[in-house]
Every structure is written in C-alpha cells, then in structure tokens.
C-alpha cells in the first residue's frame, strides 16, 4: 500500500482570483521512499508540500483528494498527524519555541501527554543519534544556524515520524552545515525507512541519493521519475529547470557521448576516464587572463591595510591584520568558511565596526574622513545577509520611496529604472515579506541602489537563492559593473564565484590568504573548488565551471 | 570553586532562598542578622565575579541608608546632636537605620546569588506545575526578548548602511528612523511568530493534555537536605514565637539578651541554615581533595 496518494489534487487560494496554484497533481509515494521536489520558486512546491499535513495547509478552495496510509489525510487526528507526518520548514531560528536544547527536544513530547519516563528515553535517544549530548543543556540563541536546524529535525524524530517532509532545510546553511544536514536526512532515511520528501535548490547534495524526482511547473508535475531520467527529460525539453541539475548531470549533456548519465563527482571522474580512454588530450586548459597582482592596482576603490578588530576588549581578535585592495568596477569575491570573520571585513569596510588597528581608505580617502551622510550617499553601500532586515514598509513600491527624500518624490522615474534593473517591476505592489527568497533579494538591492553607491558590498547574496534566481542576478551584477560599479562580495558559493568574479580572495582565521583570478584560484585548491574542478581536475589544467569543462571536452573529442 | 548547591533539586534551591529571604526581613534581632550579612556575602563572594567592586557598593549603601535615617525618624532618648530649628539625630535612630541598611543589603546580595542560583528553567520547573500555560508563555518570552533585540540591531545596522542611521540628521529625521526600526522589527516578529505557531501545531501543541518534562531528579542526598531545613525552619520559627528575636530599637533599644535560650538557640538554628549553601560547596571540595590525596 502506497505511503502517500495524491489523487488529482487542485488548490486554488482565494487571492489567486480564478489561477490555480496547485492543478491535476497525482502522485504515489512508497513507504521509505526519498522523494525530491523541485521547481523555480512559486512553482507550488510549498503549497503542495503543505497539504501533506493537514494543520499546515493553506485555506482556499481544494479538490481531489490525499490518502496517507490507504485512508483519507483528514480522517487522521491532529494527534496521529503530529507524530505520523514531521515537517521541517526553511527558517531555522523560528520555528524554536523554548529557550533550552533540551525542551526543545521534548516539546513534542509534552504536547502529546507522554510520562515523563517515556519522554527521558526518547530525548537521551534523539541527542545520542544526532550527537546532541554536547550542547543539550544549551541556550538555544548560542547555536550556529546548523546546529538549529538539526535541532528543528532531532525535535521531530523524537514523536518517531513515519514521514518527514523538508521544505528547503537548508537554504538558510552555509554549504558545509547543509551538507550536514542532508546525509543526516540521508542516513534517517536509509537506517529508519522513514519516507522523506524534501524541496531543495541545492541538488547537489540530495539529486543521486533520490528514488523520485518531481518536477513542478506552475503548479503542474511535468516530471515525476529516478533522477537520470529526469536529466534525460530536462535535457530534451531545453527546460530552464536544466540549470539546477547538478555539474555531471549539466556536462554529460554538453558532450556528445554514449554512457550513463553522471549523478556525482566520482562518477562524473569515472565518466570522464571512459570518454577519454585512448584519447589524446590536445588542449588541457582554457584561457584565461592574467594572474592578478595587486601592485598593479593604481587606485583601489578599497583598500584595507592591517586591520585589526575584536568586539569586546576581552573578546577573541575576530580580524588579525587584514590587507586588501580592490581594484575598480569589478566583481572582488571573498570567500571561506563560516565564522572566519568574512561578514565582519565587510562592517569594517563601511564603519559598523571600527578596527582599533589599521587603515581604511575608500576611494583614496581614509575612513574616518568621511561624514556618515557622504559616505552612504552615492559612495558605498551595502546589502546585509538578510534581506529582511532592509523592509520597513507595506509594499515593495513604498520601501522603494523611503529612499528619496521627501523633495524628491518627482524622481519617481528613478524608482521605475532601479525595478527595471533589479527586475522587480511587476512586484511593486506587493508585500515584501510575501515574496520569494529570490525577490526579496532583488528588492533589497534595488532598495539600496537608490543611494547610487559606487561600491557595493553584498554579504552572502545567493544564500537561499535557486540556479535560476542565481542566474538573474549575476546578469543585474553584470550591468552594475558596465556602469562603474565596484562590487565586493562575501560568499559561500563557490560556484558563483568561480563563474561570476573578477577576483576570488580565501579568507582564514582573521585575513586573506590569497587572491587570484578565479580560474588560477580555484585551479590550485583542491578540496575548496568547485564540483567542475573537482571532476575534470585529473584531465584538465583550469577548467572550473561547467562551460569550461563542457568546452574542453568538445574541444578534445 | 564549583557551585555544588545549586545541582541540588530546584525546590530546595527555591525552600533556601524562600526561608533566607523571609527571615531576612523580619528578623531584626543584631545577632540574627550578623549570621544573615556574613553568611549571605559568603556564598555571594564565592559565586560573583566582581567581588571587590559589589562590596564597595554595598558599603556606600549601607553607609547612606544608615545615617539617612535619623534624619527622618527623630524618636528615641539619647540624643546626638541638633539640626535646623530643633530637629533632633538619636542614636536609637542611628542603630535603627543600621539595622534596616543590614537588611537591605543582605536582601540584596540574596538576590544576587538567586539570580546566578535559580536559572530560568529551575524557576518555570517550580512554578510550571501550577500554571502549564503561563509557564510554557514564560518559556518563550526568555527566547523572544533576546531574540528581538537582536534583529533590532541588525535592523539598525542594516539601515545605517543604506544611510538610514538613527544617530544623525536632525531630531524629526532620527524619530522617523527610529520608527522605521520599530515597525521592521514588528513585521519581523508577526512573521516570525506565524511560523513559530504552525511549527507549534505541527508537532501537536493543543492536542490536548499536555505534560511538562525536566531534566531534574530527585534524589536521596535533596531529601536528605529538605528534612534537615525543614527542622531548622521549624526550629527558627519556635524560638522566635518564644521572643527570642525580640527586638525594638526606638524610643528605647530592648533586645531579647543572651541569656535568654532561644535566642542563642535561634541564633544557632539560623547559622546551620544559611550557611547550608556554603558548606554544600565547601564539603564537595573537600572530598575532592581527599579523593585526589588517596590516588
């Protein structure tokens, strides 16, 4: 008997005025099955995710109908329900509800009434499985971002779940918390038989290891089958949702070949070796521009010379003497690991945090020189990690309008060409908060292109963004820097960076280490580089993004 | 040094402070409370960070609820000297103002280590099985406040690099910014506590009987240390109905003497008592010393 049966499910919300959100979905999911969604932001994932629980699901008008376990969804209690179906959602600081890791746990627990013997065991049993014991009797506001989230799943595996449901865990994670967190869901699944069904951008991480692959468009399944076939249907339909397949799965398709689709980087290597065997390799590497060398930089648009910050006096040094310098209208991309100090270079660049040591110029003139008024008006400006934090007001067009002063408001013109840029402009009305990951990110960027910086700090921009998002933004960046523009950026995304930059620094333990061009940058790493490198890096010299590799094989064949 | 008393059961580091701060402020026999100043500032300046700079606080304090006093209570006998027009400082009002600031700053520094003793989730445990509801609010305003008060700082900061700071521009300009700052931070929360709610919902909250975890036990060594307080309370409680805390300081000084029993009795049950925290931590290392000679 199927886990899951949605029979011709149609939702429609009442604002949607007559446009379906959800039409004609069918779908059967086994017990123990790992179940992956995906589709562009507002293509329904959430909302259909949803009616899998009955308590979350939206109001609206609903038809067909969902059978959990052979019975109809809303014949189950809110009690069978709640320890039947986990649901783990994207925000992981919201959705905990009590100040300690170990109420946490036993939240669940207590809703349902269970003894407190039985709630003892079960909470010992989740933090021994999840490696908890270590932070249990924890505030929870002293976690990492990772750390809650595996919280947020610890607390639902406690009311032992046949199903959980994850929608985007992990966009809030930076990549190595989120790879975390997906072989814990991974291991979950394959140790517990729990049923998992999760959305996700970073198919990376959860592409190979899915038995189903669904494909949603506007609210309809246009592909529901094992992962390579669904590459397969990608590829054929030329389907924008081809850019979110993982690097293997995007090169195999570049290259005229006759193997197995490659789902990993092992098996794109191997894939690579096969294609190869008994091939001379005539060109190895692509081309690529200078080296970068700093001593070239006439006058930087930044330049940091040793400084040194901590918060507190007594608090551990978070910059060590950094020194950098940033050439003009460029994309200069710093990346590194989490907690390295990266975000807090970026408050120093623009003031929030003054180092007690080193030196600061912006434009050729020192920091300290500048008037807040002068420095945050048509000079430098920067879009904060969360693109919430920026949103004041009732609709997108209203945020916009708070940046003109009030004898301005004849520059409304200003406002259209700045949403024609960031590709906002039909969103103008609507709620900030009611937009997808993606467009708030662009909203907040308009928002700040209204002070017409000409340097652009961004920390972390594509967290939380799908490919396709990804792809729009680095074309916005792309115009941005046609126009003079200097942009430093502060990132996790390897990928991005590697594709998109001008300059890639790596930033540890308080400094940067080295800075190059991207190609010479990520060509020397070997374990922080991008998927591409990492599977070609035993046949080509340079090739970091997909293009690259995709390039060099047609080259070569 | 560890704080071994406060790993004992929530209700008897809550019976401790209950009796420590009840008998605080109603015994005001000299002897009862040299035993409550010493013994309080004993554990305080075992658990405190900032030893030297409490105690001078405490000192100014005393100093100034002490001499004030007399200013406005003029009754008793031996008079001191005359200010303005006839108004008279006693020294009956002196020892009254003494005995009053001994109080006040022993109260005080019981709070101190209450506050470093009784943690969140020890109160909530206490109080949680009488009201669940108002326990598990409780619960989450502990998570909320911090939490909102950092978005309001990332809200500033986020804004002042959009040059929408708060602390420039003219007075109308830093209000508007200010409420800018207030109304981010409030759509934050309602969105936050949206989710927070379904997350609630979600893993069966008003599914109906609800039941209160802890991660405290009881054990042998707390009912050990309920019994021994109890006789000590009840112990108190019988010499001061007997009048040996009697104590009266204006118009005349009358203290219950020395000679009387219960006084030096009470005076000893009372001792045992507040020094319960003390002594817990003190034995602990002890043993620890002993058990590390034997090795």
Redesign the interface.
């Known amino acids: 008997m199927a886990h899951f049966e949605i029979k011709d499910l149609g939702f429609e919300y009442p604002t949607s005025m007559g446009k379906p959100t959800l039409e004609g979905i069918n779908l059967t999911i086994e017990r123990g099955e790992y179940v992956t969604f995906c589709g562009r932001s507002g293509s329904g994932k959430t909302t259909l995710l949803r009616h899998l629980?009955s308590?979350?699901a939206p109001h609206g008008k609903l038809s067909g109908e969902i059978l959990f376990s052979g019975k109809p969804l809303e014949d189950a209690?809110?009690?069978e329900q709640?320890?039947k179906i986990?649901?783990v959602?994207q925000?992981p600081?919201?959705?905990?509800?009590?100040?300690?890791v170990?109420?946490e746990l036993?939240?669940?627990?207590?809703?349902?009434?269970?003894?407190?013997k039985t709630?003892?065991l079960r909470?010992a049993e989740m933090a021994s499985y999840f490696g908890i014991q270590g932070w249990f009797?924890k505030d929870?506001?002293e976690l990492s971002g990772g750390q809650k989230q595996l919280l947020?799943l610890a607390?639902?595996m406690a009311?032992q779940p046949e199903v959980l449901i994850l929608d985007e865990p992990t966009s809030q994670l930076d990549p190595i918390a989120a790879a975390d967190f997906l072989n814990t869901v991974k291991k979950i699944n394959r140790e517990l038989r729990t049923t998992i069904i999760i959305t996700e951008h970073r198919l990376e991480d959860i592409f190979y290891a899915s038995d189903k692959v669904v494909v949603l468009e506007e609210g309809r399944i246009i592909a529901a089958d094992n992962p390579r076939k669904v590459g397969e249907f990608l590829k054929d339909e030329k389907h924008f949702m081809f850019a979110a397949m993982p690097t293997p799965v995007q090169v195999y398709y570049g290259v005229p070949n006759e193997e197995i689709c490659p789902l990993t980087v092992r098996e794109g290597g191997e894939w690579l070796d096969k294609i190869f065997v008994e091939k001379e390799v005539k060109v190895s590497a692509v081309d690529e521009a200078n080296a970068f060398c700093e001593e070239d930089i006439a006058q930087p648009a930044v330049e940091l010379k040793e400084v040194w910050f901590r918060y507190e006096k007594n608090a551990p040094d978070i910059l060590k003497g950094v020194s950098l310098k940033v050439p003009k209208a460029e994309l200069f991309a710093v990346v590194g690991g989490n907690g390295t100090g990266k975000s807090t270079m970026l408050?120093s660049i623009?003031g929030?945090c003054r180092g007690y040591r080193g030196k600061v110029w912006i434009n050729g003139k020192r920091l300290e020189k500048y008037k807040?008024?002068e420095?945050?008006?048509e000079n430098?400006?920067?879009l904060?990690q969360?693109p919430?934090?920026?949103?004041?007001?009732k609709t997108v067009k209203e945020d916009l309008q708070?940046?003109l002063a009030r004898k301005e408001q004849d520059r409304a013109e200003e406002i259209t060409k700045v949403a024609e840029i960031c590709e906002i402009t039909h969103l103008l009305e609507r709620h900030p908060?009611d937009l997808s990951g993606g467009e708030q990110q662009r909203v907040a960027l308009a928002?700040?292109l209204l002070?017409k910086p000409k340097i652009l700090?961004l920390d972390e921009p594509t967290k939380g963004i799908d490919n396709f998002f990804k792809l729009k933004f680095a074309e916005i960046l792309d115009k941005l820097k046609k126009q003079g523009i200097t942009i430093i950026m502060v990132s996790h995304d390897v990928e991005f960076c590697a594709k998109y930059a001008d300059t890639v620094s790596m930033f540890f333990d308080g400094g940067i280490i080295t800075t190059n061009t991207p190609h010479k940058f990520f060509s020397k790493n070997s374990f922080y580089t991008t998927a591409a490198n990492r599977m070609s890096r035993h046949i080509f010299e340079n090739a970091i993004t997909n293009e690259d590799v995709i390039y060099l094989c047609q080259k070569n064949l | 040094m560890k704080n071994t008393f406060s790993a004992y059961h929530p209700f008897i580091n809550l019976l401790f402070y209950i009796g420590a701060m009840v008998f605080g402020m109603i015994l005001m026999h000299p002897a009862f409370l040299l035993c409550s100043v010493a013994l309080a500032f004993a554990y305080y300046m075992a658990l405190a960070n900032q030893k030297s700079k409490y105690l001078f606080r405490m000192l100014v304090l005393f100093l100034v609820v002490a001499f004030t006093n007399p200013f406005f209570n003029h009754s008793g006998e031996k008079i001191l000297f005359i200010y303005m027009n006839g108004r008279v400082y006693t020294l009956e009002a002196l020892c009254y103002g003494m005995v009053l600031a001994a109080m006040f700053i022993t109260v005080i520094t019981w709070f101190a280590s209450y506050n470093i003793v009784m943690t969140?989730?020890k109160f909530l445990y206490c109080f949680g099985r009488l009201l669940p509801a108002v326990s598990l609010l409780l619960?989450?305003v502990?998570?909320f406040v911090?939490?909102y008060k950092?978005?309001i700082g990332?809200?500033a900061?986020?804004?002042?690099?959009?040059?929408?700071?708060t602390?420039?521009?003219t007075a109308l300009q830093k209000a508007e910014h200010g409420m800018?700052?207030l109304?981010?931070l409030a759509?934050?929360a309602f969105?936050?506590g949206i989710?927070?709610a379904?997350?609630?919902?979600?893993?069966?909250?008003?599914?109906?009987?609800?039941?209160?975890?802890?991660?405290y036990r009881w054990e042998s060594r707390d009912r050990g240390l309920l019994f021994l307080m109890l006789v000590l309370i009840f112990g108190i409680i019988g010499c001061v109905a007997k009048g040996g805390a009697y104590a009266a300081y204006t118009p005349k000084i009358v203290l219950a003497g020395i000679d009387n029993r219960y006084t030096w009795m009470g005076v000893i049950f009372y001792g045992i008592f507040l020094s319960i925290p003390t002594v817990v931590n003190l034995a602990e290392e002890c043993k620890w010393l002993i058990l590390k000679s034997k090795i």
């Not at chain 2, 379904?198 to 991660?215: A, H, I, Y």
């Open positions: 629980k308590v979350l209690s809110l009690r709640s320890f986990g649901y959602m925000n600081d919201n959705q905990i509800v009590t100040d300690k170990w109420h036993a939240f669940g627990l207590e809703s349902l009434g269970y003894d407190q709630i003892r909470v009797y929870v506001a947020n607390s639902i009311m408050k623009c929030i807040a008024a420095l945050f008006y430098l400006a920067m904060p969360d919430q934090s920026l949103f004041v007001k708070e940046m908060y928002k700040v002070t700090l | 969140s989730d619960t989450m502990f998570r911090p939490a950092r978005q990332q809200i900061s986020a804004r002042k690099c959009i040059g929408k700071s602390e420039n521009g800018a700052v109304s981010a759509s934050w969105e936050g989710v927070a379904d997350s609630m919902r979600s893993r069966g909250f008003g599914s109906g009987g609800r039941t209160s975890f802890s991660v």
